[in-house]
């Protein structure tokens, strides 16, 4: 049984920083990646931000580079995204995402979190 679990979101003033913590069970698989999207009502999913757990490499979206940092805790199956400067554009909902990748670039064993609201006020 797979699960992903997001926390941490809440709100936040101009300026300031949260971290959310992203949590995934069940995955054996050696090339997990797990990532950030993030939706605002009547607007697509997108992407935020991806992290490799084998070999650590992480992708950023432009609109977030410099000011997020993807993390992870290996050893508790963490991983974090720590968000400074917010804007009042990056209020949403992030969802989370694991996923099992092939050496093809295809994917499988891949879940989503329910989410966790991000609310910036100017």
């Known amino acids: 049984q797979h699960h992903v679990e997001e926390s941490g979101g809440g709100p936040v003033q101009t300026g300031g920083s949260l971290r959310l913590a992203c949590a995934a069970s069940g995955y054996t698989c050696t090339r997990k990646v797990m990532s950030w999207f993030r939706q605002t009502p009547g607007n697509e999913r997108e992407f935020v931000s991806s992290i490799n757990i084998d070999d650590g490499n992480t992708t950023y979206a432009d609109f977030v580079k410099g000011r997020f940092t993807i993390s992870q805790d290996s050893a508790n199956n963490r991983v974090y995204l720590q968000m400074n400067i917010l804007e009042p554009d990056d209020t949403a909902m992030y969802y989370c995402?694991?996923?099992?990748?092939?050496?093809?670039?295809?994917?499988?064993?891949?879940?989503w979190g329910q989410g966790t609201q991000v609310t910036v006020s100017s």
């Open positions: 995402r694991a996923h099992c990748r092939t050496l093809n670039g295809g994917y499988y064993q891949d879940r």
